[in-house]
């Protein structure tokens, strides 16, 4: 394996299949510019007269849509940003808090990372879309799986406040996991 001198930029992206590492090289030199996906290369081009512009590829298990814009700061110096779904890699997490929940627990000595879609209620277990069950209860929903023989259910109840809406809790053997922040 080559070692990567060219490696310009690292970036970490929370998805709900798991955290991908994408990283990317540029030869301001001889133009090549490769991506890499979680060590695995997506692109590779030799050679490049242009050495400004965009490659767009995919992540994860949902394909989800990603860019990295290379533009020329002065001089040859360049900057590196990358896209999300067509947006900046920060305003795509900000948008992300507000559409997910995440739970990180260990069951058994294995660490599960779970994500609640709010817009479509799948959920996600270490890369994997669960199978669930939901229910209406009194007081709002459950969505119920399972996660080595552990029963699950995340309870959405109303905060009762509307700019709070509602509130999502992971429930494991009947105990509540805390919410973690990426």
């Known amino acids: 394996l080559e ?70 700061v002065g001089g040859f110096a360049y900057e590196y940003t990358l896209e999300i779904n067509g947006r900046s890699l920060k305003k795509y997490m900000e948008n992300r808090l507000k559409t997910t929940n995440t739970w990180m627990l260990n069951l058994g000595g294995t660490d599960y990372r779970i994500v609640l879609e709010k817009d479509t209620m799948d959920v996600w277990c270490n890369g994997q879309k669960m199978e669930t069950a939901g229910e209406f209860v009194e007081d709002g929903t459950e969505t119920h799986f399972t996660v080595a023989d552990h029963s699950c259910c995340i309870k959405a109840v109303s905060s009762g406040k509307r700019k709070e809406g509602i509130i999502h809790t992971l429930i494991v053997d009947n105990r509540e996991v805390p919410e973690a922040v990426e």
């Open 3 to 72: 070692k990567m001198t060219d490696l310009v930029a690292v970036w970490e992206v929370a998805l709900s299949d798991g955290v991908h590492k994408i990283e990317f090289e540029h030869g301001t030199t001889s133009g090549k510019r490769v991506v890499y996906v979680d060590g695995k290369e997506e692109i590779r081009r030799e050679w490049m007269f242009k050495l400004v512009g965009k490659e767009t590829f995919t992540v994860g298990a949902t394909k989800t849509k990603a860019a990295i814009n290379i533009d020329a």
